[in-house]
């Protein structure tokens, strides 16, 4: 019955039709829909159902364990700082969560979409698939008590600033949803890296990241707090053990590369050691890695097939680097206690770099290697 109906009134909205000026909304939700039907119309091509949509889609299914943990955590933070979590049952906990959490998404993608219909009808393009997931992340990265107005500026800096002027998905050189918090972040340092954030309606108090950033380490929850994530934070980023199972997934359907993870972990990690050992720093390598946002830009951000580094050989310099400079601005700038985000935006500008330097040595070596077999 839907694909009759969405047959019947398609011709409405192509060229000719009376809501023509409409066609690329319409396509927008026909192809989210349906897997399109349009293939090329000579050459080889290779027939596969799984496209950019389905794509895009299997990242926020990645994300939904952050998301619904988030939620929950939101609830168990309010309550617990007013003394009144024994009280609650679970549903309490969760719809109070969800009461602040739910307007985020919807502010992000309501101003998000709404953006990218625009520029998709003026253009006279498609719209682009790419917000789905930005749009599902930004509020992941941001605090619960983030004023909509803000976060609604910071979604259409993304898509107008990183994304439109540069064409549109896959053009794009910086991550959008890490534009949107870097706009939060220095237009309204108060209300993103003040020294307490929104713990319930009526109390603040300092994530474990302020804490290190006020040389209070005694004070940081303990590994297993760190690793569950019932703490303090932004909403999607405090429990690792869901961030974990969205890595599983991403993985075992190849949309994310393992080599880009592990090396930012590694470099994050061999860093955050020697840094330790020499005493420069209190904060152990597991507290590094499971503090604020790491774990989560090295699983969802850095991954960004269109931001990050294509290469094979890229991908291990391009992530080893972002751990190591994520590291190094946490401990020897406290003024930007989650280094992660800048870490990230600045190996996205570089990244092209990487790879055009991976592939001329490439073939610097073939050169050298065709010279040989001449001789």
């Not at 809501?19 to 119309?41: G, I, Q, R």
């Not at 929850?221 to 869901?242: A, D, H, M, Q, R």
Request: with cysteine; charged share 15%.
């Amino acid at each position: 019955m839907l694909r009759n109906f969405l047959t019947s009134i398609k011709p409405t909205f192509e060229r000719g039709g009376r809501l023509s000026f409409l066609h690329s909304t319409f396509e927008a939700f026909e192809s989210f829909l349906y897997v399109p039907n349009k293939v090329t119309s000579k050459g080889a091509h290779i027939r596969d159902p799984f496209d950019m949509k389905r794509a895009m889609i299997m990242v926020v299914i990645a994300l939904v364990p952050c998301a619904m943990f988030g939620i929950y955590n939101v609830g168990h933070q309010h309550y617990l700082a007013l003394g009144m979590l024994s009280e609650q049952g679970f549903w309490d906990i969760v719809l109070y969560g969800l009461g602040k959490v739910a307007p985020l998404f919807i502010i992000s993608y309501v101003v998000g979409l709404g953006i990218e219909f625009a520029f998709a009808e003026f253009r006279k393009h498609e719209v682009n698939e790419g917000f789905l997931v930005s749009g599902f992340l930004i509020p992941l990265i941001s605090p619960p008590d983030i004023p909509l107005w803000i976060l609604a500026l910071a979604t259409a800096f993304a898509v107008i600033i990183g994304k439109e002027i540069f064409g549109g998905t896959g053009m794009n050189i910086w991550n959008p949803a890490l534009l949107a918090r870097a706009f939060m972040f220095f237009a309204y340092p108060s209300q993103m890296s003040g020294d307490n954030v929104w713990v319930s309606d009526a109390v603040s108090g300092p994530t474990p990241l302020a804490n290190v950033a006020q040389n209070a380490t005694d004070m940081l929850p303990s590994v297993n707090e760190l690793f569950w994530g019932l703490i303090p934070g932004s909403i999607g980023e405090t429990s690792k053990f869901c961030i974990i199972l969205g890595a599983i997934i991403l993985l075992w359907t190849r949309i994310a590369s393992f080599k880009t993870m592990f090396s930012i972990i590694a470099g994050g990690g061999l860093l955050a050691f020697i840094l330790n050992v020499s005493g420069v720093t209190d904060v152990t390598v597991s507290q590094q890695l499971l503090m604020g946002g790491f774990l989560f830009g090295a699983v969802f951000m850095a991954t960004d097939p269109v931001t990050s580094a294509n290469t094979g050989t890229g991908k291990w310099i391009y992530g080893f680097l972002t751990g190591i400079i994520a590291v190094v601005i946490r401990v020897f700038n406290p003024a930007y206690p989650e280094g992660m985000m800048l870490a990230i935006l600045l190996m996205n500008t570089f990244a092209p770099l990487i790879d055009y330097a991976v592939i001329e040595s490439n073939i610097k070596k073939r050169k050298k290697r065709m010279a040989i077999s001449k001789n």
